[in-house]
C-alpha cells in the first residue's frame, strides 16, 4: 500500500512545494503546515506520505490543479533534459572538431619534421663528402709526408667521419621510411652467407669492446625472401646494440634456424638487459632508455624504429626477450623463397 503511494508522479520532480508556491497555488504558511504534517509522520516512526497528498488531505489544494502543477514541472524538466543534451551534442561536436584540428596540425608537423630530418642530412653529407676525401689523400700521403702523430689523428678523424657517415645514412633512412613506405628489392638470400659478412664486419668493433662474436646458424638454411642490404642493415643494428650495451668479457651470438616456412633469426647478448615494460618504449624514434645511458653508450635512438620498419615491410615482427643484468635477445622470422637457388 505504502509503495504503490511512492509511485505517484510526484516523485518524479523535485521542490514540488516551492513550485507550488511559486504559481501561487498555495501559499508558504501552507508549505510549512503540510511539511510541519510530514514531520509530524516521521516523528512517529511511519513512512509519511508525498507532500501532494498531505496538501490535498489538509484541503490546501484540489487533485487536477495538483496534477496539472506536477505534470508541469515533469515538462519543464523533459525540456531542460533535452537543452542539455543538445548542449552536450554541440560540446561533443565541438570537441571532435578541436581534435581533428590537432590531429592534422600533428600529422603537418610530422611531415615537417620528416622533411627537415631528410633536407638536413642531405645537407650534411655533402661537406661531409669532402672531409673524407681530403682526409683519405691526405692518408695515403700523396699530399706531402707525415709524420706518426699526424697520421695517428687523421686515423681518428677518419673513424669519426666514418661514424658520422653511419648516423647520417640513418637520419636519411629514417625520414624516407617516416615519409613512404619503405620500398623493398625481394631476392631469395641466402642468410649463411650474409650473417657470416656481417659477422666479419663487426669483429673490428667487438675486439675493441673486448665482446665476443659467436654465430650459429642450422645447416642447409634454407634462402628467405628478403632485400638484402635492409636484412643486412637490420642484422647489423642488432649486433652493434649487442655490442654497445655489453661489457667486457660478454658475448653476442647471431643464430637462425628454420622453423617451417620461415627462418627465425635472433641476436643474444650478455648485456645488460632491458626491463619489460620498456619493450615497447625502446621502438620509438630518438627513445633511449635514459639519459645516462645515452652518453655511455651513444647513438641516436633510430636504430630500432629502423629495424621495426624495415621488418614491418618484410611483412615480419620483431620479439625481444630480456631481463635487466641479463642481457637480452631480439629475434624475427622471414619466410623462406618459394625457389631456393643452387647454392655455390
Ligand atoms: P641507440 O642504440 O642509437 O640508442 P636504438 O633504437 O638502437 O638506439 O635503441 C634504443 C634503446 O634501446 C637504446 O638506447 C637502449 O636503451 C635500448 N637497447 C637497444 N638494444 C639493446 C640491447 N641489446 N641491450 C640493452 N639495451 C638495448
Redesign the pocket.
Known amino acids: 500500500m505504502e509503495k504503490r503511494k511512492q509511485l505517484k508522479p510526484e516523485v518524479l520532480v523535485p521542490r514540488l512545494g516551492e513550485h507550488l508556491v511559486e504559481r501561487g497555488l498555495i501559499t508558504a504558511a501552507d508549505l510549512q503546515n503540510a511539511l510541519d504534517h510530514q514531520a509530524a509522520y516521521r516523528d512517529a516512526n511511519s513512512a509519511p506520505p508525498l507532500l501532494g497528498s498531505i496538501l490535498i488531505e489538509l484541503g490546501l489544494i484540489d487533485q487536477s490543479s495538483l496534477d496539472e502543477a506536477i505534470t508541469e514541472q515533469i515538462i519543464q524538466l523533459r525540456n531542460a533534459l533535452q537543452d542539455a543534451n543538445l548542449q552536450l551534442e554541440k560540446r561533443v561536436q565541438q570537441r571532435t572538431a578541436e581534435l581533428e584540428r590537432a590531429l592534422n596540425k600533428l600529422a603537418e608537423l610530422n611531415q615537417l619534421k620528416a622533411n627537415f630530418i631528410s633536407n638536413i642530412s642531405h645537407e650534411l653529407r655533402t661537406p661531409l663528402t669532402h672531409l673524407k676525401g681530403y682526409l683519405e689523400l691526405l692518408l695515403s700521403q700523396d699530399l706531402g709526408p707525415l709524420s706518426q702523430s699526424q697520421d695517428q689523428a687523421l686515423h681518428i678523424m677518419q673513424r669519426s667521419t666514418e661514424r658520422l657517415e653511419h648516423l647520417i645514412e640513418d637520419l636519411i633512412l629514417f625520414s624516407t621510411a617516416e615519409r613512404s613506405t619503405i620500398a623493398l628489392d625481394v631476392h631469395p638470400v641466402n642468410l649463411a652467407n650474409l650473417g657470416l659478412a656481417i659477422i666479419n664486419q663487426s669483429i673490428t668493433k667487438a675486439n675493441e669492446h673486448q665482446v665476443t662474436l659467436h654465430l650459429n646458424l642450422a645447416p642447409s638454411l634454407p634462402f628467405v625472401k628478403a632485400d638484402a642490404d635492409k636484412i643486412a642493415w637490420v642484422i647489423s ?2 649486433i ?3 655490442i ?3 661489457s667486457a668479457g660478454g658475448k653476442v651470438t647471431l643464430r637462425a634456424e628454420q622453423i617451417d616456412q620461415f627462418v627465425t633469426v635472433s ?1 643474444e ?1 650478455t ?4 626491463s619489460p615494460d ?1 619493450f615497447e618504449e ?2 620509438e624514434p630518438f ?4 639519459g645516462s ?2 652518453r655511455r ?11 621495426r620498419k624495415i621488418l614491418d615491410s618484410h611483412g615480419s615482427k620483431i620479439r625481444v626477450h ?1 631481463q635487466p643484468g641479463l ?2 635477445k ?1 629475434e624475427f622470422y622471414l619466410r623462406t623463397a618459394e625457389k631456393q637457388p643452387k647454392r655455390d
Open positions: 643494428q642488432l652493434d646494440n649487442g654497445k650495451f655489453t641476436v647478448d648485456g645488460i638487459g632491458i620498456k625502446i621502438f627513445h633511449q632508455l635514459d645511458s645515452t653508450f651513444g647513438g641516436t635512438g633510430l636504430g630500432l624504429a629502423l629495424v630480456s642481457g637480452s631480439f
